[in-house]
């Protein structure tokens, strides 16, 4: 329970920036383990971003094979997502979150 | 004739021969020789020939010859020569015999026509024929035509008339006598015979005195032979009648017999000829004999003779020797050498050379060749075998229970897998990113940004910094010399502008031709085409403003001169410029009536007669003369008396459109109509309620006017809506355009407002509240919601004196909704909405401003536009006192001015980029300007830093507020100051002025010159006594100057070295 509480406390400590729209984290089979957007919109973002990351990792990783992906951000016209990711064979997840700096939270 | 030939010439004669031919003129010692000679030299010729039958008549020939040259010469030698001939030719013992017989005058008669021919050796005789056999004709045979004529058979007495021979008598012999004495066979071609001396002296015996022959008989008797020769005179050559003559001695009859046998043989030669003749002609013309003319001497011989070179002496003898042993000295080498050694070297005295006619070689070359496509088969198929596979096939999204995740979410720290420990470890990394995205701006193009900058600091093209014409437009029928008086964009299309043309007319001309049928006209430029309207909207009366519906772009209405509003439909005029865009291009006139027609297909039918109607009807008489009787009929008359169909010159292929609708006269304006605007989003009711509309509506049907007759009115454009209300589709005169509400508004004096311009605040219609401009400067803000229960509310709720003269401008910021621009006169204002003061006021420019527009992206900009035809850019942020830029534009005053639309979608840098700026002038010329892009792209933080001047503005204007009391008191304590002032100098002066008189009194007396001039000078300073001191040390300067100067006389210097 306490893992889960550190979990909480990241997911609050991230939303409290400004302008911050959700967070998602995402596992390697592309499965939102944990969202604060609803449930379409998390679908959406996982099934996407998750294709997109691996495309990226594999662009860094064909470029260079001992480089990695380290952290993604896709500045949109709206918004921007940051992806996280981590890729290690046992636990590969991928934290996503989405800001929009000029809304107030 | 063998014998002749070798025993005819003389072994002398023989001799001379070899010496003779070369000179033949070396030893002539007589003719005779010489002839004799040719005879000899032409004997051996013909005995060489060995030819057997040299005629008689040759030798005949060759004595005449010889008698000829006897003749000459002397008749000794030509007896002696004729005894020649007679020694000679055996065979021509008759020829020798007449020739010796003495008929030697006769045949030198003959000769002498040969004589010369008898000199020449080329006269040879000619070689008998032979008389049967075909034989070839001899090589010097002369033709008979050219031989001599036959000798005549009678002689000639001194006149050269025939006369019979000696010894002949000429007689006539009738037929009887020729029958009895037989000599019926003669006649023309056999014309002698012979008769006996016994037949004859039988005839005479006979028949005594009636014989022919009787007065012949002694003659005949003592004829010397027998029978006697008888001739058939056939031409009666003599002339007397008779056909016969006899010769009746032997010469005579000699004579004749030579004729007949001359004439026989040449018969005989002639047959020869003529059957040689046929012979050649039957032979191929290449083994036809050749005829060679034997040699003349032409005196080529001598020239030879002369030329030829002869040794006249004895050769020289010369012997040149040389020692054996001086051959082959050892000096001389001789070796072989090679060829091109040879060439090249310095001892070659002919060097090889180019010749350059040589040197270029020309080949032609004949190639075909065609080029031709391969061509090729190529098939494939498909094989199918393999199916198409998308990639992704998922249709529902893969998830996990909620325990798993759960178990995910709780799995302890450290252990594989877990999210904390993620989340922990990416953690910082999002936050780092959270926080730079919120203190910068993630948004900020920076691209954009640094192209500002490099507008900044690189000062710019040419082009960059001035405001520079892209294009104009003017056309000589409908905008020539007339006030471009309103300029509008066309909302939806790119490069399209439309400008209403008025005559430069004041009022008073107006009123003065007033009745007469002036149709105006709105122009739409397409910046395809400078020269041609893309259309033209006609309209009765003249057009001060229009717009066009911002949210139907093809709806136009237009404030006419009159107060009448009148309105257009494009729609149709839209597809047809679009169809001609594409292509064909319509008719004009026509098509124009056809659109309307088309157009009003759209709406119910009852209104599309009426407008379609009116303009076909044709004018009335009085167009105005509508009056109160009936509002449509005057839309009617309106309608109808605009010149049909296009102008012309050329421009049969613009369309002129005609309005639509026309409001009503007795409930429109009365005054010009000034001002007109669209209210877009908007409904509003009869009492002036606005209600608005959905976002995003898409209708616009309410436009606003004001008008010189204090009325703001409010229109609903939706016509058809009032038509349908109880009205017959066909009353087409009660159509009765109305406005929905009119708001009154009062001047400051207590007049109708002369309204002239209108100011909405779009954003906020529904309060109702709006600007305008009047005629006198009076800028009032009006509320146009009719409050309840009352009718006649005052709907100003201020009304200020912002200018002098017309108010021309009155636009609302696009950036800041409370600040509105006024212009009028000369000086501009900033005016915040419900202030009693302007902002901020501008200083008085020198010519008097025409327009006056904000810039549409930079929020402290704004242009102006004035009499003298300059525009001029105030750059508030740069300066605030004075434009920033003027520009002279034209010579004339400019009128109108208007910045294209941008759609509300585009950015700020799209809309700086397609910036253009219509200037419309006061003879009808319509300019697009473009403006430099440090005018069309604002600076960083504009509008902001438009604010903070704003503020500041504000602010000045609270302080001077503030100070407005303390300044009063200070005023007015300055009055009364001044006041007090002015009586203490009134009294001051009068005491100066008694004093000041004494002075003058003792100065005039001490310097007379200047006296008078100082007398003027108290006259009109009389209180002026400072002066007059300073005037006194003037004088004394001048004088001393003048002495210094040597310019006066020397007593005045004297004197006035003294003083």
Same mark, same amino acid.
């Given at each position: 329970?306490?893992?889960?509480?550190?979990?909480?406390?990241?997911?609050?400590?991230?939303?409290?920036?400004?302008g911050v729209?959700?967070?998602?984290v995402?596992?390697?089979?592309?499965i939102?383990i944990?969202?604060?957007?609803?449930?379409?919109?998390?679908?959406?973002?996982?099934?996407?971003?998750?294709?997109?990351?691996?495309?990226?990792r594999?662009?860094?990783?064909?470029?260079? %094979?001992?480089?990695?992906?380290?952290?993604?951000?896709?500045?949109?016209?709206?918004?921007?997502?940051?992806?996280?990711?981590?890729?290690?064979?046992?636990?590969?997840?991928?934290?996503?979150?989405?800001?929009?700096?000029?809304?107030?939270? | 004739m063998?014998?002749?030939?070798?025993?005819?010439?003389?072994?002398?004669?023989?001799g001379?021969?070899?010496?003779?031919?070369?000179?033949?003129?070396?030893?002539?010692?007589?003719?005779?020789?010489?002839?004799a000679?040719?005879?000899?030299?032409?004997g051996?010729?013909?005995?060489?020939d060995?030819?057997?039958?040299?005629?008689?008549?040759?030798?005949?020939?060759?004595?005449?010859?010889?008698?000829?040259?006897?003749?000459?010469?002397?008749?000794?030698p030509?007896?002696?020569?004729?005894?020649?001939?007679?020694?000679?030719?055996?065979?021509?013992?008759?020829?020798?015999?007449?020739?010796?017989?003495g008929?030697?005058a006769?045949v030198?008669?003959?000769?002498?026509?040969?004589?010369?021919?008898?000199?020449?050796?080329?006269?040879?005789?000619?070689?008998?024929?032979?008389p049967?056999?075909?034989?070839p004709?001899?090589?010097?045979?002369?033709?008979?035509?050219?031989?001599?004529?036959?000798?005549?058979?009678?002689?000639?007495?001194?006149?050269?008339?025939?006369?019979?021979?000696?010894?002949?008598?000429?007689?006539?012999?009738?037929?009887?006598?020729?029958?009895?004495?037989?000599?019926?066979?003669?006649?023309?071609?056999?014309v002698?015979?012979?008769?006996?001396?016994?037949?004859?002296?039988?005839?005479?015996?006979?028949?005594?005195?009636?014989?022919d022959?009787?007065?012949?008989?002694?003659?005949?008797?003592?004829?010397?032979?027998?029978?006697?020769?008888?001739?058939?005179?056939e031409?009666?050559?003599?002339?007397?009648?008779? +056909?016969?003559?006899?010769?009746?001695?032997r010469?005579?009859?000699?004579?004749?017999?030579?004729?007949?046998?001359?004439?026989?043989?040449?018969?005989?030669?002639?047959e020869?000829?003529a059957?040689?003749?046929?012979?050649?002609?039957?032979?191929?013309?290449?083994?036809?004999?050749?005829?060679v003319?034997?040699?003349?001497?032409?005196?080529?011989?001598?020239?030879?003779?002369?030329?030829?070179?002869?040794?006249?002496?004895?050769?020289?003898?010369l012997?040149?020797?040389?020692?054996?042993?001086?051959?082959?000295q050892?000096?001389?080498?001789?070796?072989?050498?090679?060829?091109?050694e040879?060439? +090249?070297?310095?001892?070659?005295?002919?060097?090889?050379?180019?010749?350059?006619?040589?040197?270029?070689?020309?080949?032609?070359?004949?190639?075909?060749?065609?080029?031709?496509a391969p061509?090729?088969?190529?098939?494939?198929?498909?094989?199918?075998?393999?199916?198409?596979?998308?990639?992704?096939?998922?249709?529902?999204?893969?998830?996990?229970?909620?325990?798993?995740?759960a178990?995910?979410?709780?799995?302890?720290?450290?252990?594989?897998?877990?999210?904390?420990?993620?989340?922990?470890?990416?953690?910082?990394?999002?936050?780092?990113?959270?926080?730079?995205?919120?203190?910068?701006?993630?948004?900020?193009?920076?691209?954009?940004?640094?192209?500002?900058?490099?507008?900044?600091?690189?000062?710019?093209?040419?082009?960059?910094?001035?405001?520079?014409?892209?294009?104009?437009?003017?056309?000589l029928?409908?905008?020539?010399?007339k006030?471009?008086?309103?300029i509008?964009?066309?909302p939806?299309?790119?490069?399209?502008?439309?400008?209403?043309?008025?005559?430069?007319?004041s009022?008073?001309?107006?009123?003065?031709?007033?009745?007469?049928?002036?149709?105006?006209?709105i122009?739409?430029?397409?910046?395809?085409d400078?020269?041609?309207?893309?259309?033209?909207l006609?309209?009765?009366?003249?057009?001060?403003?229009?717009?066009? +519906?911002p949210l139907?772009?093809?709806?136009?209405? %237009?404030?006419?001169?009159n107060?009448?509003?009148?309105?257009?439909?494009?729609?149709a005029?839209?597809?047809?410029?679009g169809r001609?865009a594409?292509?064909?291009?319509?008719?004009?006139?026509?098509?124009?009536v056809?659109?309307?027609?088309?157009?009003?297909?759209?709406?119910?039918?009852?209104?599309?007669?009426?407008?379609?109607?009116?303009?076909?009807?044709?004018?009335?008489?009085?167009?105005?003369?509508?009056?109160?009787?009936?509002?449509?009929?005057?839309?009617?008359?309106?309608?109808?008396?605009?010149?049909g169909?296009s102008?012309?010159?050329g421009?049969?292929?613009?369309?002129?459109?005609?309005?639509?609708?026309?409001?009503?006269?007795?409930?429109?304006?009365?005054?010009?109509?000034?001002?007109?605007?669209?209210?877009?989003?908007?409904?509003?009711?009869?009492?002036?309620?606005?209600?608005?509309?959905?976002?995003?509506?898409?209708?616009?049907?309410?436009?606003?006017?004001?008008?010189?007759?204090?009325?703001v009115?409010?229109?609903?454009?939706?016509?058809?809506?009032?038509?349908?209300?109880?009205?017959?589709?066909?009353?087409?005169?009660?159509?009765?355009?109305?406005?929905?509400?009119?708001?009154?508004?009062?001047?400051?004096?207590?007049?109708?407002?002369?309204?002239?311009?209108?100011?909405?605040?779009?954003?906020?219609?529904?309060?109702g509240?709006?600007?305008?401009?009047?005629?006198?400067?009076?800028?009032?803000?009006?509320?146009?919601?009719?409050?309840?229960?009352?009718?006649?509310?005052d709907?100003?709720?201020?009304?200020?004196q912002?200018?002098v003269?017309?108010?021309?401008?009155?636009?609302?910021s696009?950036?800041?909704?409370?600040?509105?621009?006024?212009?009028?006169?000369?000086?501009?204002?900033?005016?915040?909405?419900?202030s009693?003061?302007?902002?901020?006021?501008?200083?008085?420019?020198?010519?008097?401003?025409?327009?006056?527009?904000?810039?549409?992206?930079?929020?402290?900009?704004l242009?102006?536009?004035?009499?003298?035809?300059?525009?001029?850019?105030?750059?508030?942020?740069?300066?605030?006192?004075?434009?920033?830029?003027?520009?002279?534009?034209?010579?004339?005053?400019?009128?109108?001015?208007?910045?294209?639309?941008?759609?509300?979608?585009?950015?700020?840098?799209?809309?700086?980029?397609?910036?253009?700026?219509a200037?419309g002038?006061?003879t009808?010329v319509?300019?697009?300007?473009?403006?430099?892009?440090?005018?069309?792209?604002?600076?960083?933080n504009?509008?902001?830093?438009?604010?903070?001047?704003?503020?500041?503005?504000?602010?000045?204007?609270?302080?001077?507020?503030?100070?407005?009391?303390?300044?009063?008191?200070?005023?007015?304590?300055?009055?009364?100051?001044?006041?007090?002032?002015?009586?203490?100098?009134?009294?001051e002066?009068?005491?100066?002025?008694?004093?000041?008189?004494?002075?003058?009194?003792?100065?005039?007396?001490?310097?007379?010159?200047?006296?008078?001039?100082?007398?003027?000078?108290?006259?009109?300073?009389p209180?002026?006594?400072?002066?007059?001191?300073?005037?006194?040390e003037?004088?004394?300067?001048?004088?001393?100057?003048?002495?210094?100067?040597?310019?006066l006389?020397?007593?005045?210097?004297?004197?006035?070295?003294g003083?």
């Amino acid at each position: 329970m306490v893992d889960v509480a550190a979990v909480d406390e990241t997911f609050k400590r991230l939303q409290s920036h400004k302008g911050v729209l959700g967070i998602i984290v995402i596992n390697a089979d592309g499965i939102a383990i944990r969202t604060t957007f609803d449930n379409d919109l998390t679908v959406q973002y996982a099934a996407l971003v998750s294709h997109f990351t691996v495309k990226a990792r594999s662009a860094v990783k064909k470029l260079d %094979g001992d480089n990695d992906l380290k952290f993604l951000r896709i500045r949109s016209k709206k918004h921007e997502i940051m992806i996280a990711p981590e890729f290690e064979k046992s636990h590969e997840y991928y934290l996503v979150v989405v800001q929009d700096p000029s809304k107030e939270t | 004739m063998g014998d002749e030939a070798t025993a005819g010439p003389p072994p002398v004669e023989d001799g001379e021969v070899p010496v003779v031919p070369v000179t033949a003129s070396a030893a002539p010692d007589n003719q005779s020789g010489a002839a004799a000679d040719e005879a000899a030299a032409d004997g051996l010729a013909q005995a060489g020939d060995a030819e057997p039958a040299p005629a008689d008549a040759e030798g005949g020939d060759s004595g005449d010859a010889a008698a000829g040259a006897g003749a000459e010469a002397a008749p000794g030698p030509a007896e002696g020569d004729g005894a020649g001939g007679d020694q000679a030719p055996a065979a021509g013992a008759d020829g020798g015999e007449a020739q010796a017989g003495g008929e030697v005058a006769d045949v030198a008669e003959a000769a002498e026509e040969d004589g010369a021919a008898a000199e020449e050796p080329a006269e040879p005789a000619v070689p008998p024929p032979p008389p049967v056999e075909l034989e070839p004709l001899p090589e010097d045979y002369v033709p008979v035509k050219d031989l001599p004529p036959l000798p005549e058979a009678f002689a000639r007495n001194e006149e050269g008339k025939p006369i019979p021979l000696p010894g002949v008598e000429s007689l006539f012999l009738t037929g009887t006598t020729i029958e009895l004495v037989g000599l019926t066979g003669l006649g023309p071609g056999h014309v002698q015979g012979e008769l006996t001396r016994e037949v004859l002296l039988g005839d005479i015996q006979f028949r005594g005195a009636i014989s022919d022959f009787h007065a012949l008989k002694a003659k005949i008797q003592a004829a010397d032979y027998d029978p006697l020769l008888i001739r058939f005179n056939e031409d009666d050559v003599y002339g007397d009648g008779n +056909n016969f003559e006899v010769a009746l001695t032997r010469a005579a009859a000699e004579v004749w017999r030579g004729i007949g046998e001359e004439a026989a043989r040449r018969a005989a030669l002639l047959e020869l000829e003529a059957a040689h003749a046929a012979a050649e002609r039957a032979k191929p013309r290449s083994k036809r004999a050749r005829k060679v003319k034997p040699w003349q001497s032409m005196g080529s011989e001598v020239d030879i003779e002369e030329a030829s070179v002869r040794p006249r002496r004895e050769p020289i003898r010369l012997v040149v020797q040389r020692r054996r042993r001086e051959f082959h000295q050892s000096g001389v080498k001789l070796a072989d050498k090679d060829a091109h050694e040879l060439w +090249n070297s310095s001892q070659m005295e002919c060097r090889p050379f180019k010749d350059p006619n040589f040197d270029m070689r020309r080949m032609e070359q004949d190639v075909g060749v065609q080029a031709v496509a391969p061509l090729r088969d190529a098939t494939t198929q498909s094989s199918g075998a393999i199916p198409p596979r998308p990639a992704i096939t998922q249709t529902q999204p893969l998830d996990m229970g909620e325990a798993d995740k759960a178990e995910l979410l709780q799995r302890p720290r450290a252990a594989p897998g877990s999210v904390a420990d993620f989340l922990e470890r990416v953690r910082d990394q999002c936050e780092v990113a959270l926080v730079q995205n919120e203190i910068t701006n993630i948004f900020r193009d920076d691209l954009t940004a640094l192209n500002d900058e490099a507008d900044g600091g690189g000062g710019g093209s040419r082009k960059e910094t001035l405001v520079s014409e892209a294009q104009s437009f003017t056309h000589l029928t409908y905008s020539k010399n007339k006030v471009v008086s309103a300029i509008q964009w066309l909302p939806h299309r790119k490069g399209v502008v439309a400008v209403a043309c008025t005559e430069a007319q004041s009022h008073a001309e107006r009123v003065s031709r007033m009745g007469r049928t002036a149709p105006a006209h709105i122009l739409l430029w397409n910046f395809r085409d400078p020269i041609h309207p893309e259309l033209v909207l006609q309209s009765p009366w003249e057009v001060f403003s229009f717009q066009f +519906n911002p949210l139907q772009p093809d709806l136009l209405t %237009g404030g006419c001169y009159n107060g009448q509003v009148v309105l257009w439909d494009l729609s149709a005029e839209a597809d047809r410029l679009g169809r001609r865009a594409a292509g064909g291009s319509g008719g004009a006139g026509g098509a124009g009536v056809k659109g309307l027609d088309a157009g009003g297909g759209i709406t119910p039918a009852p209104s599309v007669k009426a407008p379609l109607d009116l303009s076909l009807t044709p004018p009335p008489s009085a167009p105005t003369g509508a009056g109160g009787g009936g509002g449509g009929g005057a839309a009617a008359a309106g309608g109808g008396d605009g010149s049909g169909g296009s102008t012309a010159d050329g421009d049969a292929h613009i369309p002129v459109v005609k309005h639509r609708f026309m409001t009503d006269t007795q409930f429109s304006h009365h005054q010009v109509v000034t001002d007109l605007q669209w209210l877009p989003g908007v409904d509003i009711s009869h009492r002036g309620k606005v209600t608005k509309l959905g976002e995003g509506s898409k209708e616009c049907n309410f436009f606003a006017t004001i008008a010189a007759d204090g009325k703001v009115l409010f229109w609903d454009v939706r016509v058809e809506k009032l038509l349908k209300k109880g009205k017959k589709a066909d009353d087409l005169l009660d159509l009765v355009w109305k406005p929905i509400h009119s708001v009154h508004l009062i001047s400051l004096i207590g007049m109708d407002l002369g309204g002239t311009r209108l100011a909405f605040d779009f954003r906020r219609l529904e309060q109702g509240m709006f600007f305008a401009g009047s005629f006198d400067g009076e800028l009032v803000y009006a509320d146009f919601i009719k409050p309840e229960g009352e009718e006649n509310p005052d709907y100003a709720k201020s009304c200020l004196q912002a200018h002098v003269g017309p108010v021309i401008a009155l636009e609302r910021s696009p950036f800041f909704e409370d600040i509105v621009l006024t212009c009028g006169d000369w000086q501009w204002q900033l005016w915040q909405e419900g202030s009693a003061t302007p902002l901020f006021q501008s200083g008085y420019a020198q010519d008097y401003y025409t327009a006056a527009v904000w810039s549409p992206t930079r929020p402290a900009v704004l242009y102006l536009a004035d009499q003298s035809g300059s525009l001029e850019v105030w750059d508030l942020l740069d300066r605030s006192h004075e434009p920033s830029i003027r520009v002279t534009l034209a010579a004339t005053p400019i009128m109108s001015l208007a910045f294209n639309p941008m759609p509300a979608a585009a950015s700020a840098a799209q809309q700086a980029a397609q910036q253009l700026l219509a200037v419309g002038d006061a003879t009808g010329v319509l300019r697009i300007m473009e403006l430099p892009r440090n005018l069309r792209r604002p600076v960083h933080n504009e509008r902001k830093l438009m604010g903070t001047w704003l503020e500041r503005q504000q602010l000045r204007l609270a302080d001077v507020g503030a100070r407005q009391p303390a300044r009063a008191a200070a005023r007015k304590e300055a009055e009364e100051r001044k006041k007090e002032a002015e009586a203490a100098a009134v009294a001051e002066a009068a005491a100066r002025e008694a004093a000041a008189k004494d002075a003058a009194a003792a100065a005039a007396a001490g310097l007379p010159p200047s006296g008078a001039d100082r007398r003027d000078r108290k006259g009109q300073h009389p209180v002026a006594e400072l002066d007059e001191k300073a005037e006194q040390e003037y004088l004394k300067l001048e004088a001393r100057f003048k002495a210094q100067l040597g310019l006066l006389p020397p007593e005045a210097n004297g004197g006035s070295g003294g003083m």
